[in-house]
Nanobody, 123 residues
Framework: QVQMVESGGGSVQAGGSLRLSCIPSSPTFTRYATAWFRQAPGKEREFVAAITWSGQTTAYSDAVKERFTISTDDAKYTVNLQMDNLEPEGTAVYYC????????????????WGQGAQVTVSS
């Protein structure tokens, strides 16, 4: 079963930056939209950002807009999430998810998930 594979998590002080990357476990996996979600301890999983396969359409939650950037490489294989000016509220496990349809904001919209990458932001 194909999964998404996240990399790049870690710890940073408030105001710092981290970059997450996501690839499918199989290079032949076909997806249309990829999204990042995050889940903090004791909270529900929440939408962070999404991008269509072409990279032409992106969407962000209000909480990260203007600070996070989602992008895809020229081969449309890797999806990156550049996170700048991180806040302690950004501490969470970040999940990459993909679907074979247009992007959505609900976790239930996505069929294929990764194991998650821990991001810790200290004040």
């Amino acid at each position: 079963q194909v999964q998404m594979v996240e990399s790049g998590g870690g710890s940073v002080q408030a105001g710092g930056s981290l970059r997450l990357s996501c690839i499918p476990s199989s290079p032949t996996f076909t997806r249309y939209a990829t999204a990042w979600f995050r889940q903090a301890p004791g909270k529900e999983r929440e939408f962070v950002a999404a991008i269509t396969w072409s990279g032409q359409t992106t969407a962000y939650s209000d909480a990260v807009k203007e600070r996070f950037t989602i992008s895809t490489d020229d081969a449309k294989y890797t999806v990156n999430l550049q996170m700048d000016n991180l806040e302690p509220e950004g501490t969470a496990v970040y999940y990459c998810a993909a679907r074979k349809a247009g992007w959505g904001r609900k976790a239930s919209d996505y069929e294929t998930w990764g194991q998650g990458a821990q991001v810790t932001v200290s004040s």
